[in-house]
């Protein structure tokens, strides 16, 4: 897959400027930087959400979204999850894989931030794309549906063969599951890195990076 180049400028500053890449197809990329680097709008932009400066939407594929801020509908759970596709064994097999079965019938307004989360997982995976954006889908969750959301989108690109982006504050969730880290800086990309390099980064930058957030 090739992304185009891309800039994005709010109220006159560069929020983010990446240049062309080539990404392989079926990878897992985990999406790395401080607060502000431009992580979420740069998945915007891949994902269509966001307009580009340029105007042109970088990628032409059937394409999932998990926002950052995850959301429920005025309807229970199970209905939340199935607004996202009909198959109701589908529904019920993910929502158990994710702890979610005793929660159907709840209104999904009244869902903690963690459960929240789970619900929005699974209805992003009720449909089958070529490309997966996630933006930090586990920041709310505790470490038991962390891990279960980690086996369950990795199950899911296997299945699916899809490309699957995860932004992350999490160094060692960027090592379980990513085959690569993209590292942002200052709405730059400032450092690509094989998953199994990160011990040997190539900027000083990155170096850095890793070295304060790595442990
Ligand atoms: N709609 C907007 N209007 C103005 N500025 C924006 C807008 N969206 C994002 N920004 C700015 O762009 C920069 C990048 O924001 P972004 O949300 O992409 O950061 P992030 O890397 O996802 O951070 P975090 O780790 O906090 O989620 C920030 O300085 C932010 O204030
Ligand atoms: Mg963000």
């Known amino acids: 897959m090739i992304i185009r180049g891309l800039t994005k400028t709010y109220n006159g500053r560069c929020v983010v ?3 062309s890449m080539e990404l392989n197809d079926g990878r897992i990329y985990a999406i790395v930087g401080t607060n502000g680097s431009g992580k979420s709008t740069m998945v915007k932009l891949l994902a269509g959400i966001e307009k580009p400066d340029t105007g042109r939407k970088p990628l032409d594929l059937n394409i999932g979204y998990m926002p950052q801020q995850s959301y429920a509908f005025r309807m229970n759970v199970l209905k939340n999850i199935m607004l996202n596709g009909d198959d109701a064994e589908r529904a019920m097999v993910l929502s158990e894989k994710m702890g979610l079965t005793a929660l159907l019938g709840k209104s999904a307004k009244t869902l903690s ?6 619900m929005a997982l699974c209805r ?9 954006f996630l933006d930090e889908p586990t920041a709310a969750m505790d470490i038991e549906a962390t891990a279960k959301s980690e086996a369950l989108i990795k199950d899911y690109q296997e299945k699916t063969g899809c490309t699957v982006f995860i932004v992350s504050h999490s160094l060692q969730q960027a090592k379980r599951m990513s085959d690569e880290v993209i590292f942002l800086s200052e709405g730059r990309l400032a450092e690509r890195c094989p998953t199994n390099r990160l011990d040997a980064p190539e900027t000083d930058e990155f170096r850095r990076f890793l070295e304060f957030y790595g442990s």
């Open 124 to 132: 992003l995976l009720m449909k089958d794309y070529d490309v997966l």
């Open 113 to 118: 931030g963690g459960e929240l989360a789970r």
């Open 17 to 19: 400027e990446l240049p």
